[in-house]
């Protein structure tokens, strides 16, 4: 059985190295979707709405459209992405010696079937100058992230440690993917996507 190509219904190209990290035939399918949250609506089930409604907006026959959203939630407040340097910083500035946490929600779709679920992660940012949290804003990465940074880049360096999974910091928690693969059917086989009750070959 031939397996489907992956849909990335993402613009992230954090996403999309992991993907090509795993060897997955897949294409890129940048959705266009409101992002705005609802009033009162939580991070962990505003990511795992909007995570659907990007891969609902770019499902097509024969393959398995993968959305994502990542939300970043520090004491009560949802932090998404900067609208400017200066809010870049002042997120900076937040997070500053505290802990927040990193919600990813992953959604995988058919044309006729839907499986979401959200991945939880916290994040310890070390103590921060105000110089610091502006030179790492001048450099542009986080101008594009939830929470004004990315930890895969320069912003390793101001990550004091997680507890979780580092990749869904990155905005696509890998073990969650592989869950909704085996619920769509498919198992990933190290390189390659393989119906779930096939052995895999030893040739």
Not at 65 to 81: E, N
Not at 108 to 122: K, N
């Amino acid at each position: 059985m031939q397996p489907p190509r992956i849909v990335l219904a993402s613009g992230s190209p954090r996403r999309r190295h992991l993907l090509e990290q795993l060897g997955l035939d897949f294409s890129v399918r940048p959705p266009s979707v409101d992002e705005r949250l609802h009033e009162g609506e939580g991070p962990a089930p505003a990511a795992e709405r909007l995570a659907r409604a990007k891969a609902a907006s770019q499902v097509e026959a024969g393959s398995l459209t993968l959305g994502c959203d990542t939300l970043v939630a520090h004491r009560g407040a949802v932090l998404g992405k900067p609208g400017s340097i200066r809010e870049a910083a002042a997120m900076l500035e937040r997070l500053s010696g505290h802990a927040h946490t990193v919600y990813t929600g992953i959604a995988l779709a058919t044309p006729d079937r839907m499986v979401s679920t959200i991945e939880a992660t916290l994040v310890w940012f070390r103590p921060l100058s105000v110089r610091e949290c502006m030179e790492y804003v001048t450099t542009g990465e986080p101008l594009d992230k939830a929470g004004s940074y990315g930890i895969q880049g320069f912003g390793a360096a101001i990550v004091d440690r997680i507890e979780g999974d580092y990749f869904n910091v990155m905005g696509l928690p890998v073990r969650r993917l592989l869950q909704l693969l085996q619920a769509h059917g498919w198992r990933y086989a190290f390189g390659k996507l393989v119906p779930h009750d096939e052995e895999p070959g030893m040739g």
